[in-house]
Nanobody
Framework: VQLQASGGGEVHTGGFLTPSCSAS????????VGWFRQAPAQEREGIGC????????VYADSVKGRFTISRDNAKNTVYLQMNSLKPEDTAVYHC???????????????WGQGTQVTVSS
């Protein structure tokens, strides 16, 4: 059972990236999938989540209107479309599966390696 985030990179302010979260060993649509990020010397921050079943989404205020989470069940993959990126979005981004959407990381797991996103001014 593994989730792997990939597709980060380095962009300038205002740029965009679309990291993906791929699952192996289980069906991702059976779970809520949360996206979290952690910048150096900071706490892990929940930034968004997509619910199982209806695919509804919730976002933190820090990314609302700029980030969009979507699913492709045929590919067993969840995407995080990030637009209008800012330097403060620089962090390692992780995805994880859980029973329901919340910004509390404790209910999610397992945690795989994240993907680095760097936004330069």
């Amino acid at each position: 059972v593994q989730l792997q985030a990939s597709g980060g990179g380095e962009v300038h302010t205002g740029g965009f990236l679309t990291p993906s979260c791929s699952a192996s060993g289980f069906t991702l649509d059976w779970f809520a999938v949360g996206w979290f990020r952690q910048a150096p010397a900071q706490e892990r921050e929940g930034i968004g989540c997509i619910r199982k079943g209806d695919g509804g989404t919730v976002y933190a205020d820090s990314v609302k209107g700029r980030f969009t989470i979507s699913r492709d069940n045929a590919k067993n993959t969840v995407y995080l479309q990030m637009n209008s990126l800012k330097p403060e979005d620089t962090a390692v981004y992780h995805c994880a599966a859980g029973p329901f959407c919340t910004f509390q990381s404790a209910v999610f797991g397992p945690w795989g390696q994240g993907t680095q996103v760097t936004v330069s001014s």
